[in-house]
């Protein structure tokens, strides 16, 4: 099979999942190559699949990666699929999922061109820590933190009233655990949760840390199943970023089902059942 690992023109980071899972298809003896998703000369018609990997600049052209989906869905099959990819690109998704009883961190949506009052907002939540952010969005694009305990109530309003002018914004409540703990990123690929990664928070031009986690608890196991029979998405691959909350309990932070880092160096396996389930999701489409 031809298959197209699909990336960006000029990736904003490195994407680690790149050599491990091009090679891995290429072992299996396919034939794979990365192609951005920006690259007016790629004839997509000519793949027999198409995998959404690292488009990570989507936010900042969000129509025309729309458009794209879109024209790329008439000649071969998308990976994950493209009702998947146009529900997961909007984090209004979140709204969706809390509604049907899956926790997530406290968030404010605001449309473009909304006004707020930031402390009249973490007043009446009751928020003295908050991170502002796109609700489009890939890595740290856009999204920053402030602490008004310390005064930055005025830059944050600042820089608010700057990306509300632009673009539909969300305001979150600092999770204290990010400091502590951090994220763990549940990966799970066609239905098999493989491994799991901690990660430390990242705003702004930041590095993103990041350490394999080596026990899953059933917690974790429950709350990612949860999630996903939730949302209800039809995925080949998929990840499930939670956090605790003060109790302890988890949060979902956000579900991934687009262009996720599957952090395919630290398992093999998921590699290769990748693999595997890419051949077999070409063979069900013909």
């Not at 491990?20 to 690259?39: Q, S, T, Y």
């Not at 009751?126 to 890939?138: F, L, N």
């Not at 901690?198 to 990612?224: C, G, H, N, W, Y």
Request: net charge negative; proline share 4%.
């Amino acid at each position: 099979m031809k298959i197209a690992y699909v990336s960006c023109q000029n990736l904003p980071e490195p994407d680690i999942d790149e050599i491990p899972l091009v090679e891995g298809l290429k072992a299996a003896g396919h034939d794979a190559c990365v192609a951005g998703w920006d690259d007016e000369s790629v004839d997509w018609a000519s793949f027999d699949a198409i995998l959404i990997r690292a488009t990570w600049n989507y936010a900042q052209h969000l129509d025309a990666f729309r458009a794209w989906i879109a024209r790329a869905n008439e000649h071969t099959t998308l990976i994950n699929p493209i009702e998947t990819l146009e529900w997961n690109l909007h984090k209004g998704y979140l709204k969706e999922l809390q509604a049907a009883g899956i926790p997530i961190i406290p968030t404010a949506f605001f449309d473009q061109g909304d006004s707020a009052s930031i402390m009249e907002l973490c007043e009446s939540r009751g928020w003295s820590r908050i991170v502002i952010k796109p609700t489009v969005s890939a890595g740290s694009f856009g999204t920053r933190a402030f602490d008004l305990c310390k005064g930055e109530a005025s830059a944050a309003q600042a820089f608010f009233d700057e990306m509300i002018a632009q673009r539909e914004m969300m305001i979150q409540r600092f999770v204290p655990a990010v400091e502590t703990v951090g994220e763990t990123a549940l990966i799970v690929i066609d239905g098999e949760l493989t491994h799991a990664i901690e990660k430390r928070p990242r705003f702004d031009d930041q590095d993103e840390q990041v350490f394999l986690r080596e026990s899953i608890t059933d917690e974790m196991r429950s709350m990612a199943d949860l999630v996903l029979k939730t949302a209800d998405k039809d995925h080949l691959y998929a990840r499930v970023d939670v956090i605790p909350d003060d109790d302890g309990s988890l949060m979902l932070s956000e579900l991934e089902l687009l262009e996720p880092s599957l952090f395919l160096p630290y398992c093999k396996r998921a590699r290769d059942l990748f693999v595997l389930s890419v051949e077999r999701a070409v063979v069900q489409s013909r």
